[in-house]
Nanobody, 116 residues
Framework: QVQLVESGGGFVQTGGSLKLSCVGS????????MGWYRQSPGNDREMVAV???????KYVEAVKGRFIVSRDKSKNMVYLEMTNLKPEDTAVYFC??????????WGEGILVTVSS
């Protein structure tokens, strides 16, 4: 069974940077999309960034130019490098993988807090 584990979250001031990491186990994730979603209190979960198996990437408009998603297929890992963080980026960030929508596999989530 595929398991995803996130790391790298925490507290940062406005304008700061964080890098999230996610490692998958229990299956070969190299041939399926992997990415990041987030959910803040009172809001639905939203797609933040996804990296397709062949390398293309997709971002929600709010993070374009600030976040970069990348992956290391050999390690079943996906990363989210976040710069110029804003208070509205505060959320629980979830790693996800899979070919279906919504994706089949999810991490437990990790909190990112950006202070104003």
């Amino acid at each position: 069974q595929v398991q995803l584990v996130e790391s790298g979250g925490g507290f940062v001031q406005t304008g700061g940077s964080l890098k999230l990491s996610c490692v998958g186990s229990g299956g070969n994730l190299s041939d399926m999309p992997m990415g990041w979603y987030r959910q803040s209190p009172g809001n639905d979960r939203e797609m933040v960034a996804v990296a397709a198996a062949l390398g293309s990437t997709k971002y929600v408009e709010a993070v374009k130019g600030r976040f970069i998603v990348s992956r290391d297929k050999s390690k079943n890992m996906v990363y989210l490098e976040m710069t110029n963080l804003k208070p509205e980026d505060t959320a629980v960030y979830f790693c996800a993988a899979g070919r279906k929508r919504p994706m089949e596999y999810w991490g437990e989530g990790i909190l990112v807090t950006v202070s104003s």
